[in-house]
């Protein structure tokens, strides 16, 4: 049971100010953690002249590897493991379900995420932002190699934008398209670290717009029920991904053009699909 202060209902908006700026703070401190996640590596042999086996922007594969480097290596991965048991430590204690993935299977889960998106209600608001942000975490997990920095605030802003040109009588595709194109816009996927060349993360230039496919597609097909009880929402993001990969091509151009007719179309077409 989680501690954490409840704001429903606060006036003046101030409700979704309030998820804004918690977003703000957890995204400083996966920052933080990222960096010292990529100094880890700093140590990666090199020798030789050989390239790095894990090039990243802060260290390239030309990089060196020196004492320097190894003394640096070793302290982040000291400080990797005291963030992951201070995080782990604080989830447990002050919310213990902030890491549990809204099941895009439970009753009327699209409904009430579309709702969200207009509410003033702190707890409201946090739902948009928690499944597309753990759907994303669980996406690039089962695709890729860490470490991964996924930006919640980013995800908030897509939110925002959605608030803003509110649809209160569109369809479940109207608004699964016009939050698709939002959050590819505001690109809450700054690092997705190394991915599987094989994956369906591979089918489209910006991982952004595969990662909110596959979540905002689970959306879709989940609102109909669980298919068995045998899969779990991990495998059900699997399934999704098989499913629109050789569609990925066309539904990023129609992201980049614009075209919410032309999207809706395709992910009606994929709807039926299932």
């Known amino acids: 049971m989680s501690i954490l202060p409840k704001l429903p ?10 998820a804004s700026m918690a977003a703000n703070a ?3 401190l996966r920052a933080a953690h990222y ?11 090199a020798g030789q002249g050989q ?5 990243t922007w802060l260290l390239p594969a030309d990089a060196p590897t020196s004492l320097i480097t190894g003394f640096i290596a070793q302290n982040a991965r000291i400080a990797d493991k005291v ?7 604080a989830a ?15 009753r009327n889960m699209m409904a009430e995420i579309a709702a969200a998106i207009g509410s003033q209600s702190f707890a409201a608001n946090a739902l948009f932002n928690a499944y597309f942000y753990r759907a994303a975490l669980h996406i690039l997990q089962r695709y890729g190699k860490p470490p991964f920095l996924v930006l919640e605030n980013r995800i908030d802003a897509a939110r925002r934008a959605l608030a803003s040109a509110e649809q ?13 194109i939002a959050l590819v816009r505001a690109a809450p996927i700054a690092e997705a670290g190394e991915i599987d060349p094989k994956s369906v993360l591979a089918k489209t230039k910006d991982p952004n717009v595969s990662v909110a496919a596959v979540a905002c597609v689970a959306l879709l097909f989940g609102d109909q029920g669980k298919p068995t009880d045998e899969i779990d929402e991990d495998a059900f993001f699997a399934i999704v991904g098989a499913l629109i990969a050789p569609r990925l091509a066309a539904i990023e151009q129609l ?7 032309k999207l809706e179309a395709e992910l009606a077409s994929i709807k039926a699909l299932y």
Do not use: Y
């Open 9 to 18: 209902n606060l006036p003046n908006s101030l409700g979704s100010h309030a």
């Open 26 to 28: 957890r995204d400083g």
């Open 35 to 45: 960096f010292v996640q990529e100094l880890a590596t700093a140590d990666d042999p």
């Open 51 to 55: 390239q790095r086996k894990k090039p």
């Open 83 to 89: 963030m992951n048991w201070s995080s782990d430590a």
């Open 92 to 106: 447990a204690l002050l919310a213990p379900d902030w890491r549990v993935l809204p099941s895009p299977f439970n």
């Open 168 to 180: 209160p009588d569109a369809s479940d595709i109207a608004f699964i398209a016009r939050a698709l």
């Open 255 to 261: 992201i980049v053009r614009d075209d919410i007719r």
